[in-house]
């Protein structure tokens, strides 16, 4: 599965190994969420947000700037990696212009009908920069970090020995796969070189093909609609959310091949939704005050850490929400479950909401 868009394209990543080469300066705080989609949830540039932590309910006041942030976050640096070849932040320079398209992509949304999104062009650039959000938190770090512990501690070709796992393998690291081959195939992902021997900038190597290779090109095949709601939208550290279908469980969490929904608040009052091509949303595209109190239940149960939301509102404040499970991994017997993604909120809990938005699922 390959779509064609320039941010994906060698010429526009060399670009920014290119502009990274030439500026002497380096940024030392590094946002996983961008600040250009924090500042949709304030009243200017200038201007706070609120941030709640969810294990206190502690709600303060802060500007985009000082929050979402960790030093060196995205720098790929390592003894065996040529400076050069790879500039140290040519990703976080990438990002960084992605970003920059990203907020005329949201602005000319603010205007736009709530609906189906019918431009390829834009709903193609949409699924760069959702793609790149699923992909570059701490959350999706410590997934690629699991993974490469796992192949470390199990037996890589065994691991790779998957009729389902091994095509979508494939499609990262860029092989052709067939059925006939995949044997084959195993030996050549064994005999590629490894990124670096430092497990960080393998792990930004790896989520950086995770996004190019496989996560854009499938959210690009999806149908995008914008929704609209009356009553305030919060988002969080976190804010790709994956929607399940009527009765699909909370533990294993929906993966974005079996999600009914992904969702993706773009501001206090708008939030995009990409469905698979067989599910038709039927109007009112606009949310019913009960459907946003569901949809910010699930933005905030998908959070690792803080949510955020307009100094007006205070939605976090009144929420009541479990912690995340305790998750030990060292106990684990076998690849697969050292690669299974860690309970969410709601796993198991006799107590969980039901999915959001099932008048648009449930048939």
Known sequence: MQIVNKWLSDAEIERSKEHTRNNTQRTRM??????????????GADSPLRFTELATGISDLDLPAEIANDEYFYQIVGDDIDPDEVPDLWFETHMSRIEDAAARWLRSLDNRAAGRISDPNLTGNLAVFVGLQSQRTPRGRARELDISAALERFDAREALDHPLLLPLICSVVGIAYSPARHHQVIDE????????SETK??????????????????????????????????????PVVLLGWPGQPRYPAPSLLTAALVLFPIGPHRLLLATNKELQLEPPFTLTSDETRAVNLEIASNALEFTYEDTGSDIATHMTLPPLPPFDRSTASNFWEAVLPPPTRWAQRADAPSWPLQRWTAN
Not at 30 to 43: A, E, G, K, N
Not at 209 to 219: A, C, D
């Open 189 to 196: 992902i064994l005999a590629q070189p490894a990124f670096s």
């Open 30 to 43: 590094h946002h996983f969420v961008p600040q250009m989609y924090l500042r949709r949830w304030t009243s």
């Open 201 to 238: 900038p393998t792990a930004i190597d790896t989520a950086i093909k995770v996004w190019r290779n496989h996560i854009t090109p499938f959210l690009a095949q999806r149908t995008w609609w914008l929704v609209a709601s009356d009553d305030p939208l919060l988002t969080c550290d976190e």
